[in-house]
Each structure stands twice: as structure tokens, then as C-alpha cells.
């Protein structure tokens, strides 16, 4: 890892309506907020890189096949964890690390970050950037002070695969676990674990066997997480923090979860019956309602520091053309689309 510093400036194509998914009207991208959006970015040739390794993937899947043991309840729960952690794997493959200005349309790119570096999370005052990205073969988490340029590895060991802050520059992480039963034991599982700034003193918070995406409150009191059952299920859990021992309970099906900055809403994925859309709730899981209509897929949500507005993912399978950012209002209104070069992954605002 290397002095971060910004080079390049990639004008942008200009702003295309989607008009199944998209109004064109209702604000100015001038009230859009200033902070960049650190943002994953996969160009049409990482687009066909990406199209022919999972191809070679597939191959190799149906080869190995026979070879597999007949499937009990726990090789069932392998099988699943081994697909989810292809999923996650291919989400940043082939792609490049850049700061998109929502207001100039225009992104930044940066040679702090690999490639297939995806961006986690902006800390509470915007001067740090945490990250994934390999080193010596395993996925860690890094930070980039933005006042230095400095980048500072913040997690070791097992490979860390995802994490957020909270407040003090705090850090949850997903660190790799083990999938037990029985005495058997590999490789596979996801559990979150709390640090201190700077990721020392890990102490494991959470059971797994698949617990990813974890969003923390501004207020430091509360996690919303992904946890994915031993079937495959995504369902949102909440952790409160406040007492001795975390204490945990379902809020609902979902995906993506991102906390507003006064800490009153939750917005994130779901699956219903048109595909996977946006939705908010209150933290404990009242209140909840779809984030407007659209007719694409909608993923990867992430709010604006001034708490206004959702950038997020969507994708329209029917098109040949990839995932592309789009930004609405907080109130679910006035949907357009962010054309960059190439597809725009994981953004975080």
C-alpha cells in the first residue's frame, strides 16, 4: 500500500434518464451533497474479464461435481457458504477505486487502492476511508487518512472481508470464521468483530455461521447486520450495544443496511416479488415502507452526509448493459441515474 494521493479526472458522459426506473425532474444536481462518493468502478473490459472467470468458475464447479460426497444438512451448509463467498468475491472483481463528485459529474481516480479495492465506509467526520483489499494473498482492511494521504493496514490474521465505523473511529469487522457440526470443521463462516480505533483489541460480538454488512448508529448504541441463515436466508439482525453483553434480535428480510445521520432510518434491500428493491425502516424494525418505484433491481444504498439523499446500485437484467449508479431523494422521489464510465459498484457516500 502506498502515499494516497488523487490523479486524473474522468469527465463523466452526462446524466441519462432511465425511463422505466427514472423521473427527470424534481431537483437540480446542484442540491446534491459535495462529498465524494468512494466508489468501485468496473469498466467494459473488466466486464468481460469478469463474464469469462465465472464461466471458467462454472466449469470447474460442474467438473469437481461427482466428486462431492452426497450432501447432509452440514455439506448443505457449505455448499451454500461457498457460494455466497463467490458472490461477494465477484462483486469488486476487476474494478478500480474512484471519488465520484455527484455535483461536477465527475470522478477522481486514486492510486492508493489495487485493484478490486471495494470501499466500506466513510468515518464520522469524513477524514478516513475504510477498505478491503488483498495483501499477501488474503482480503484485509485498510484506511486512508485523507488529511496525510497515509493508507494504515487495521486488520491481520484471518482475512477481514468487509467492516464500518462508528463513532470514535471505532471499527465493527467481518472477519472469517469456521463452520463447526459434529467435530467437522472448514473454512467459510463470517462473524463481526468490534476493535478499537485503528483495529486493535478485536473481541468477537457476533455467533455467525454468516454475518456480513454491518451498519453502526451514529450514536454508537446499535449494529444492523446481514445474517444469513444455514438455508441461505439474508435476514437483518440488531445488536444493541449499550449493556455489558450485545443482545440481538431479527428486524426483518434484507440486505445492505445503511443508518441515516440523525440515526432514524434504515435503508436497505429487499427481495419482493418484482426483484430486489429499496426500502427504510426505524431501527427496530417499525415503520417500514418501499423507498418509491422503480422498475430495476436496486441495491447497495448509501446516504448522503446531509442525510437528503440514496445513491445506490440498479440494474435492469433485461438490458445488456451493467449495474449503473442512480441517486434519489431520501423520501423515495425524483430518481436519476449517475453516468459514469463503465458500471458503478458499492458506493459509499
Not at 160 to 165: E, K, L
Not at 235 to 258: F, I, K, N
Request: hydrophobic residues 35%.
Amino acid at each position: 500500500m502506498r502515499q494516497g494521493r488523487l490523479v486524473g479526472i474522468v469527465v463523466l458522459f452526462g446524466w441519462v434518464a432511465i425511463a422505466t426506473a427514472c423521473s427527470t425532474g424534481g431537483f437540480s444536481y446542484d442540491d446534491l451533497s459535495t462529498e465524494p462518493v468512494a466508489v468501485a468502478v468496473r469498466t467494459e473490459d473488466g466486464a468481460k474479464q469478469l463474464e469469462e472467470t465465472v464461466r471458467r468458475e462454472m466449469e470447474r464447479l460442474a467438473e469437481d461435481a461427482p466428486k462431492l460426497p452426497a450432501d447432509g444438512p452440514f455439506e448443505q451448509t457449505v455448499r451454500i457458504f461457498e457460494q455466497l463467498q463467490r458472490g461477494e468475491r465477484n462483486r469488486v472483481r476487476f474494478t478500480r477505486l474512484e471519488f465520484l463528485d455527484a455535483v461536477e459529474r465527475e470522478t477522481e481516480r486514486v492510486d492508493f487502492a489495487t485493484r478490486d479495492t471495494r470501499p466500506l465506509a466513510w468515518n464520522l467526520d469524513r477524514s478516513r476511508l475504510l477498505f478491503a483489499a488483498e495483501k499477501d494473498k488474503r482480503t484485509q482492511l485498510f484506511e486512508w487518512l485523507k488529511t496525510s494521504g497515509e493508507v494504515r493496514q487495521v486488520t491481520f490474521g484471518r482475512p477481514h472481508v468487509g467492516g464500518s465505523y462508528g463513532p470514535g473511529d471505532r471499527i465493527v469487522a467481518v472477519r472469517e470464521s469456521r463452520v463447526r457440526e459434529r467435530g467437522d470443521e472448514i473454512v467459510g463462516g463470517y462473524q463481526l468483530v468490534l476493535t478499537d480505533p485503528g483495529g486493535g483489541r478485536p473481541k468477537v460480538i457476533t455467533d455467525g455461521p454468516m454475518d456480513v454488512e454491518p451498519a453502526w448508529s451514529p450514536d454508537g448504541k446499535t449494529l444492523i447486520y446481514l445474517a444469513w441463515d444455514r438455508n441461505g436466508i439474508d435476514m437483518l439482525r440488531r445488536l444493541d450495544l449499550s449493556g455489558d453483553e450485545p443482545v440481538g434480535r431479527s428486524v426483518g428480510r434484507g440486505r445492505g443496511p445503511v443508518f441515516s445521520p440523525d440515526g432514524n432510518w434504515v435503508v436497505y434491500s429487499a427481495r419482493t416479488r418484482a426483484g430486489f428493491k429499496l426500502w427504510k425502516m426505524h431501527p427496530d424494525g417499525s415503520g417500514r415502507r418501499a423507498l418509491g418505484r422503480s422498475g430495476l433491481q436496486e441495491y447497495d444504498p448509501s446516504i448522503s452526509p446531509d442525510g437528503k439523499w440514496v445513491v445506490y446500485v440498479g440494474h435492469n437484467p433485461a438490458s445488456e448493459s451493467g449495474p449503473q449508479l442512480l441517486v434519489k431523494s431520501i423520501d423515495g422521489s425524483n430518481a436519476r441515474q449517475l453516468s459514469i464510465e463503465g458500471s458503478g459498484l458499492v458506493p459509499k457516500w
